[in-house]
């Protein structure tokens, strides 16, 4: 099966530094790439989606300025928090998607604390 | 609009027992219908789809599910729950035209020795 790959798993921060989040598609090329939070015990919420070489479609709610996603290639995403604060600790998945599929398939996910 | 209802927050079954975890849901279109397991402090794992064809979907771990069109449910099945089973099961829709997923809350499931 399709295999993606997150990183780094887990990262601690100082408050109002940045963290960048990688997401990788590791055989097979990722047309569209999702990029979900997830707070302790609830679903997962949809931040964004973004096809590559195309700006990142935002699900209301989200800021854009705060949460950048760059999708420069067919196999990375990158996720960036800008300004990190507390509130923004959680647990960020990436999911990925080829023409050839139907689903997504799931990143392991990056828990973010920020301090 | 589209939704996906997960009724209970915790199912508790004994090791051994057959397991239920119930999905329904609300499409407009052609539903395609994922579950999809997620263990503590980890990503989410694909158990199975239903996109089109038989009812009954066999996928990961000897889990199950049954397409019923006609109550819009999608319920995840096991004949034999094992402890290692225990974890947080999600149920995902989409239609056919529009790959974005509706996600349910999610179920604890809990698998007692």
């Known amino acids: 099966g399709a295999v993606v790959s997150q990183h780094p798993s887990r990262v601690i921060c100082k408050s109002g530094t940045s963290v960048k989040i990688e997401c990788r598609s590791l055989?097979?090329?990722?047309?569209?790439m999702f990029w979900y939070r997830q707070f302790p015990k609830q679903s997962l919420m949809l931040m964004a989606t973004?096809?590559?070489?195309?700006?990142?479609?935002?699900e209301q709610g989200v800021e854009k300025d705060k949460f950048l996603i760059n999708h420069a290639s067919l196999t990375l995403s990158t996720l960036t928090v800008t300004s990190a604060h507390p509130e923004d600790s959680s647990f960020y998945i990436c999911?990925?998607?080829?023409?050839?599929?139907?689903?997504?398939?799931f990143g392991p996910g990056t828990r973010l604390t920020v301090l | 609009a589209q939704s996906v209802a997960q009724p209970e927050d915790q199912v508790n079954v004994a090791e051994g027992n057959p397991l239920t975890v119930k999905c329904t849901y609300s499409v407009s279109g052609n539903p395609y219908l994922f579950w999809y397991v997620q263990y503590p402090n980890r990503g989410l794992q694909f158990l199975l789809k239903y996109i089109t064809g038989d009812n009954l979907v066999k996928g990961s771990y000897g889990f199950e599910a049954e397409f019923n069109k006609s109550q819009t449910s999608f319920h995840l099945k096991k004949p034999s729950a094992l402890v290692s089973d225990s974890a947080l099961y999600f149920c995902a829709v989409r239609e056919d035209s529009n790959y974005q997923l509706i996600w349910g809350a999610g179920t604890k499931l809990i698998i007692k020795p």
């Open positions: 973004s096809n590559e070489g195309s700006k990142a479609t935002y």
């Open positions: 999911s990925a998607r080829g023409d050839n599929y139907n689903e997504q398939f």
């Open positions: 055989d097979f090329q990722a047309t569209t």
